[in-house]
């Protein structure tokens, strides 16, 4: 009856206080303030409000700047990604949704769905998106320079927020791996190796098998914003049809048959009848001490993608892509032919396991790894194996895990009768939601030592 | 339902006691008092008195100039490192309590806190909480008064307004509500502080004894040990000698922070929550040792627009438990005192002194011996009568009993999350394992040696709960007698 209502975005604003001190000149703090409807007061009072808290905050000497403000109608989130600069998110909290028959409003309070750790991930993604694209806001010296490419990037970006699926993978913001045999695995790497040297040019690679990540020669906190943006926005649109199976194709023939040849993604798409090199995107990977510019080259065939990164200062020509197409082409059709061939033989596709059966997320902070038979696709619509109140509880759990110590396991269960698990050890993380009413608390701590067992062979779990 | 009541340890038909949420607001108030005062026909006229003290207010103008100030103020390593800061102020800014530091000092920092929370409320909103890393910092507002939290610590933010809550309801206790907001309402700017000269040892005690004591977030009273028949002799006894006296509504005896009885007036209960404050007073007034006391007091949960007035006093050189006789007399001193006379001396004859004083020396160390090889601590509270037992705290929490009660507190907070509440909560970390266990009519929070397997945890709550059942009526109160 009462129709489900999204978690809304209130505002969303970046400022910098140090640009000017001057009263009567606080709009010129303001770098990007969304929605532009809001009154210049309003916004003017409302970066106020934030340089208060901020301040008073300060006073108590926390470990960390203001991360959140909870108020009764709103939720805002703060992150100062550089020196004096923040960006603030604010949230509401209730909607106006009305039943059936118009009659009765019912405010409906989303306080509790609002989890500090997973907005907050958002908040802190959407910087490390624009500066994946835009390079760091200090690198800016002209502000209203700073101020266009925001506005560009922050205005499509926030009506793509995802906020109503957001979730604990959005806090660990994690790859998902291919694991393969080591005799593949060499064959993607003699590849990789074979391009690179053939090519000097190309400084770095990354190799995916669909939404899986076999190889990559970048440091993992970048690969970790470009897998976001790969998985998320590129190929989505893109190849739409192609992902849909995930790395599980669910009717064999289709996603082989999507491109017999590979082609470029970015850069010239159709070598045919290129005439110039279309538009290629730059990056800026920051692995290093100070940023370097990128050219973004992506490369498709069959279910696989590579990634070239070409230093920005590198002339490209039309042949120069030519030349690569060629050499890749063939050899990852062959190539992508066998990982095929070995995944198929690996995966049990997932509408072979039984509906009670435990769902899992498992998250490797080392490598940045992450798996999960929650989600049911990778495309952050909700389509999700277990119920979201689960989600939450495991969210709760993950806050909670620091107050623990560095190995340590929480089971809980929930008023219908549900068990969520949490379970930390090395710095990897397992979260496990098992549907088994009428259970105990051995059959659920027998339970999780058998998924361990058979789904996390090798990795160590400290009996505490 | 029923025979769940027979089945649980600790369960009552009736208690003395309100059962609650330990989180509830507060909010509710109660005219308990007008009741019993019409019912006894008692004169209007005291009403008059009250409000002598208000008119009064006016008087005075010089309060401090805060403006001067706002330069000399250094806030300290020392200060900032304080795990639980606590302020108190007015609706208009003035400081009215600090419990680190000198308000006069600290008021351009009241003035920043009532321009956070008044600028949210001009956009129709109420602040509540902010979070940076470690430091949370939460507001209540209750009017007419604002309170904030600055806390280090692990509680939530629900725990976090209980324990504000409790500091209001210190503050009523002192003046009550209505006389409160009475002093707003003439003068905003009033600087409270001068009614509340003395208190803030009273608050000081209860942020202490809030956070080192379970009983505050459980919102329960642990009782003295005592076998039945000595409790109902005890009972039986104050009855005998107030009976008679008409408007007394509550005889409490206690003794080192737990309850030995309570005896009602028929119809009325008393709330966790006000007994708390009771401990408190007891425990932070030395001065009540010496001596037999007469003192106005408004317990907030019971009534918070009057007061009721009691007669404190220990019981003896030789037994020191506490009786408070409360009434809503306020003229009754010596027929109580008469009353507390002819208690002891029936105490005295019965030999309850002697079982109180020996309840209170034994330590009951000896339940380890009872076959929980791996069970470290634990927690019992029965919901139906809002009252708990827990053993002393043993090895390897004896020299930091806070952890233990962190741990507590962190699983009572799963448990009871406004939103996402559990039915179970085990956490197991290289220190402990942990079991927080809420049924309808109980709930279990235990503390185990880190490695203990599930099924060995299992086996000792069953265990534990037999032994609780077979010791109830010693551990709990089970009655609740009237007068």
Redesign the interface.
């Known amino acids: 009856m009462v129709t489900k209502t999204d978690i809304g975005l209130k505002n969303f604003f970046i400022f910098n206080s140090t640009i000017t001190a001057k009263e009567g000149e606080e709009l010129k703090k303001i770098l990007y303030y969304y929605p532009i409807t809001d009154h210049a007061d309003v916004q003017i009072r409302n970066v106020g409000?934030v340089e208060?808290?901020i301040?008073?905050?300060e006073?108590?000497?926390?470990?960390?700047?203001?991360?959140?403000?909870?108020?009764?109608?709103?939720r805002q989130l703060y992150f100062q990604p550089e020196k004096d600069f923040w960006i603030v998110m604010t949230l509401h909290l209730t909607n106006q949704s009305k039943s059936k028959d118009g009659l009765n409003n019912i405010e409906q309070t989303l306080?509790?769905?609002i989890q500090?750790n997973v907005y907050e991930a958002l908040l802190k993604q959407s910087y490390y998106v624009f500066r994946l694209f835009w390079n760091t806001f200090k690198s800016y010296k002209d502000i209203d320079a700073l101020k266009v490419k925001l506005e560009k990037f922050f205005n499509p970006y926030l009506k793509c927020l995802n906020l109503a699926h957001a979730d604990i993978l959005d806090i660990f913001n994690g790859i998902q791996y291919l694991p393969l045999d080591k005799n593949t695995f060499l064959k993607v790497q003699c590849f990789v190796n074979h391009l690179e040297s053939s090519y000097p040019e190309i400084s770095h690679t990354a190799f995916l098998y669909n939404d899986h990540l076999i190889w990559s020669g970048i440091e993992p906190e970048d690969m970790q914003t470009i897998y976001q943006y790969l998985i998320g926005t590129l190929l989505p649109a893109n190849v739409e049809t192609e992902l849909q199976g995930g790395s599980m194709p669910r009717n064999a023939s289709s996603p082989f048959m999507a491109l017999r040849h590979g082609r470029f993604i970015t850069g010239p798409t159709n070598l045919k009848l290129a005439k110039t090199m279309g538009e290629l995107p730059k990056l800026y990977l920051f692995g290093g001490a100070k940023s370097v510019e990128y050219y973004f080259v992506v490369y498709r065939a069959l279910s696989a993608t590579v990634c070239f990164f070409i230093k920005a200062d590198t002339v490209l020509t039309l042949d120069f892509f030519k030349q690569l197409d060629e050499l890749v082409s063939p050899k990852l059709i062959s190539l992508v032919t066998e990982i095929a061939e070995y995944c198929s033989k690996q995966i049990v596709s997932p509408s072979v396991l039984p509906d009670a059966a435990p769902k899992f997320i498992y998250f490797n902070k080392l490598n940045l790894a992450y798996k999960s038979t929650v989600h049911l696709d990778n495309k952050h619509t909700g389509n999700l194996a277990c119920s979201k109140?689960s989600m939450?509880?495991m969210a709760?759990i993950q806050e909670?895990t620091g107050?623990?110590?560095?190995?340590?396991?929480?089971?809980?269960?929930?008023?219908n009768?549900y068990w969520i698990v949490g379970k930390c050890s090395n710095s990897r993380q397992f979260y496990i939601a098992l549907q088994q009413k009428n259970a105990?608390?051995?059959e659920?701590?027998d339970e999780i030592k058998k998924l361990c067992d058979s789904e996390l062979k090798g990795i160590f779990f400290h009996?505490? | 339902m029923s025979d769940n009541i027979e089945i649980d340890p600790g369960a009552a038909r009736e208690s003395g006691l309100v059962t609650t949420d330990s989180f509830d607001n507060l909010e509710r108030m109660s005219s308990s008092l007008d009741e019993i005062k019409s019912t006894n026909a008692i004169s209007q006229s005291e009403e008059s008195n009250d409000n002598a003290n208000i008119e009064q207010l006016d008087e005075s103008t010089n309060y401090v100039k805060d403006s001067t100030e706002e330069n000399e103020i250094e806030v300290s390593r020392e200060w900032t490192s304080k795990s639980k800061h606590i302020f108190v102020l007015s609706q208009a800014g003035k400081p009215i309590y600090s419990r680190y530091g000198n308000e006069d000092k600290l008021a351009w920092l009241f003035g920043v806190m009532q321009t956070l929370v008044s600028f949210v409320q001009s956009s129709d909103d109420t602040i509540k909480s902010i979070h940076a890393g470690d430091t949370h910092f939460v507001f209540l507002i209750k009017k007419p008064l604002i309170l904030v939290a600055v806390h280090k610590t692990q509680e939530s933010e629900q725990q976090i307004v209980t324990q504000l809550n409790y500091v209001f309801n210190q503050i009523t206790s002192i003046l009550t509500l209505t006389r409160l907001k009475k002093i707003y309402e003439q003068r905003q700017n009033y600087d409270l502080r001068r009614l509340l000269t003395g208190v803030e040892r009273l608050i000081d005690h209860l942020l202490d004894f809030s956070e080192k004591d379970p009983s505050f977030f459980l919102g329960a009273v642990q009782c003295l040990p005592l076998t039945s028949s000595v409790r109902d002799s005890i009972s039986s006894a104050i009855i005998a000698a107030c009976n008679k006296i008409k408007n007394l509504v509550f005889a409490i005896l206690l003794a080192n922070n737990k309850l030995i009885t309570l005896v009602r007036m028929k119809k009325y209960c008393l709330h966790p929550a006000d007994l708390h404050l009771i401990f408190n007073l007891v425990q932070a007034s030395e001065s009540l040792k010496n001596s037999e006391s007469w003192t106005p007091l408004c317990l907030p949960k019971f009534d918070a627009s009057g007061f009721l007035y009691g007669h404190v006093s220990y019981l003896a050189e030789d037994c020191q438990a506490c009786l408070l006789l409360l009434t809503v007399d306020r003229d009754v001193f010596f027929t109580l005192s008469e009353a507390k006379q002819r208690i002891v001396e029936r105490l005295r004859r019965g030999n309850s002194l002697e079982a109180i004083n020996e309840a209170l020396v034994s330590s009951d160390a000896n339940w380890n011996g009872a076959g929980f090889p791996e069970l470290r601590h634990y927690i019992y509270k029965s919901k139906s009568t809002a009252q708990f037992y827990q053993p002393p705290i043993g090895p390897p929490y004896s020299l930091r009993p806070r952890r233990l009660i962190d741990v507590y507190k962190r699983s009572h907070q799963r448990l009871h999350s406004s939103t996402r509440p559990l039915k179970l909560a085990f956490e197991r970390s290289a220190s402990e394992a942990v079991l927080a266990w809420d049924t309808r009519g109980f709930e279990l929070y235990a503390t185990f040696e880190p490695l203990t397997s599930t099924a060995a945890i299992i086996a000792s709550v069953g265990k534990l709960l037999d032994w609780v059942k077979k010791r109830e009526d010693k551990l709990f109160c089970l009655n609740a007698p009237t007068f």
Do not use: A
């Open positions: 409000l208060g808290i301040n008073f905050t006073t108590f000497k926390p470990s960390s700047p203001v991360n959140s403000l909870h108020t009764s109608n709103s306080e509790d769905d500090d109140e939450r509880i709760d909670k107050l623990l110590g560095k190995s340590n396991e929480t089971i809980l269960k929930t008023m009768d105990s608390l051995i659920i701590s009996p505490v």
